[in-house]
């Protein structure tokens, strides 16, 4: 089977799970399955090359695509459902390598609640974020007053 891999960090700043990491660990995976790798997509940030993927999805040049983890393929419900659904339409699976996910009725439950954790998790980061920002802008605020 034909398989490319779709690597991805949120910011320069990312520990951990750095693309290098995320690609080894997916031609781990791809050979472990016994998939050959077609090509590589990568996003730092942006989201280019993963629309340019789904979009040589159409071009059948590849049935699979193999991602470290679930989250670096959607951050929320919508986008993975509607993402995997043009793949599908394609003839293309989605495999992690973090999360086993079957494919049978067992596996469509565990990819729900992978999928929810995953839209929480991001959810929660982003607020805990902007309240530490909106702190410190506080905490700035009463200094200036002060002096």
């Known amino acids: 089977m ?4 779709y690597a991805r ?9 750095s693309i290098e990491e995320q690609i080894k660990v997916c031609e781990e995976y791809a050979k472990e399955k016994g998939y050959t790798i077609a090509k590589k997509y990568i996003d730092e940030g942006s989201r280019e090359q993963f629309e340019k993927m789904i979009k040589d999805s159409k071009k059948k040049k590849f049935e ?4 470290y ?35 049978d009725p067992s596996g469509i439950l565990m ?12 959810i929660e ?8 920002i909106s702190q410190k802008k506080k905490e700035k605020e009463r200094i200036a007053n002060e002096g």
């Not at 960090?9 to 799970?17: D, M």
């Not at 699979?64 to 991602?67: D, G, K, L, P, R």
């Not at 990819?111 to 991001?122: D, K, M």
């Not at 980061?125 to 530490?132: E, F, L, P, V, Y």
């Open 111 to 122: 990819e729900s609640v992978i999928e929810g954790l995953i839209e929480y998790y991001s």
């Open 125 to 132: 980061h982003s607020q805990k974020i902007k309240a530490g």
């Open 64 to 67: 699979a695509v193999i991602v």
């Open 69 to 103: 983890s679930m989250d670096k393929f959607a951050r929320n419900r919508y986008d993975s459902v509607i993402h995997k659904r043009k793949l599908k339409q394609n003839g293309v699976s989605v495999f992690s390598t973090k999360e086993n996910i079957e494919n």
């Open 2 to 5: 034909k398989a490319i891999i």
């Open 9 to 17: 960090c949120n910011s320069q700043n990312q520990v951990g799970n």
